[in-house]
């Protein structure tokens, strides 16, 4: 039987949204993308869409600043790709990035057409209470989301078989299981197919509003 292979057509980016109702028409299934300052995101929406400079990448943390949306289509079916700003460290003042973090919060509470949100973790690193504390808010909040461990290229083949395992115990001991999670590498484009495969097979589960048809 063959696999079938997913892929992202037109992808386009439509506009950045200083607040929650700026934001495009909730009309279409939609993926939010966020993580630590200085994750990968950039680059692994880059590789997912397979266009690179889709999505801008820079070696300056903090560089998102607003909500970015992103028109997608994958197995036939348009979904949104939002970029949102990173949480934590960045090298901006503390009033900003308080900033950022209520405008993600209150975009990923309020917006009604959210299927998941991807939560970006840095595979090279260790448990970061940062990570765990937004776990547990998404968690709280009735918040569906999945884990992404991005830059696992960069780690030895021993590393790499050593990370998720440690991980796992990690999150047990707080967590009944783990959630939804991808290893990824965006410079050699693994974890691509499966990805895109969970939003393919999640986006018919969405129902345009009424109010919207």
């Known amino acids: 039987?063959?696999?079938?292979?997913?892929?992202?057509?037109?992808?386009?980016?439509?506009?950045?949204?200083?607040?929650?109702?700026?934001?495009?028409?909730a009309d279409r299934p939609e993926?939010?993308?966020?993580?630590?300052?200085?994750?990968?995101?950039?680059?692994?929406?880059?590789?997912?869409t397979g266009r690179k400079a889709l999505a801008k990448t820079s070696s300056t943390p903090g560089k998102t600043q607003l909500i970015n949306h992103f028109e997608m289509t994958t197995a036939g079916k348009?979904?949104?790709?939002?970029?949102l700003p990173g949480i934590g460290y960045a090298k901006v003042s503390k009033k900003d990035r308080a900033s950022w973090e209520r405008t993600s919060r209150e975009y990923l509470t309020k917006r009604e057409n959210l299927m998941c949100i991807m939560m970006l973790i840095d595979s090279r690193v260790p448990p970061?209470?940062?990570?765990?504390?937004?776990?547990?808010?998404m968690a709280k909040a009735g918040l569906s989301f999945s884990m992404i461990f991005t830059k696992v290229d960069k780690l030895t083949i021993a590393e790499r078989e050593a990370f998720l395992p440690h991980y796992t115990q990690h999150m047990l001991k707080q967590w009944s299981a783990m959630p939804p999670h991808f290893v990824t590498s965006a410079a050699k484009g693994d974890g691509r197919q499966d990805v895109l495969g969970f939003i393919a097979q999640t986006n018919?589960?969405?129902?345009?509003?009424?109010?919207?048809?």
């Open 128 to 137: 970061q209470k940062i990570d765990m504390d937004f776990m547990v808010w």
């Open 78 to 83: 348009p979904w949104y790709l939002v970029d």
């Open 204 to 213: 018919p589960i969405y129902r345009k509003p009424p109010s919207l048809d």
């Open 1 to 25: 039987m063959s696999v079938e292979e997913y892929s992202v057509d037109d992808p386009a980016f439509v506009k950045s949204s200083a607040k929650l109702q700026e934001c495009p028409e």
């Open 31 to 48: 993926y939010a993308f966020i993580g630590r300052s200085n994750v990968g995101k950039s680059s692994l929406i880059n590789m997912l």
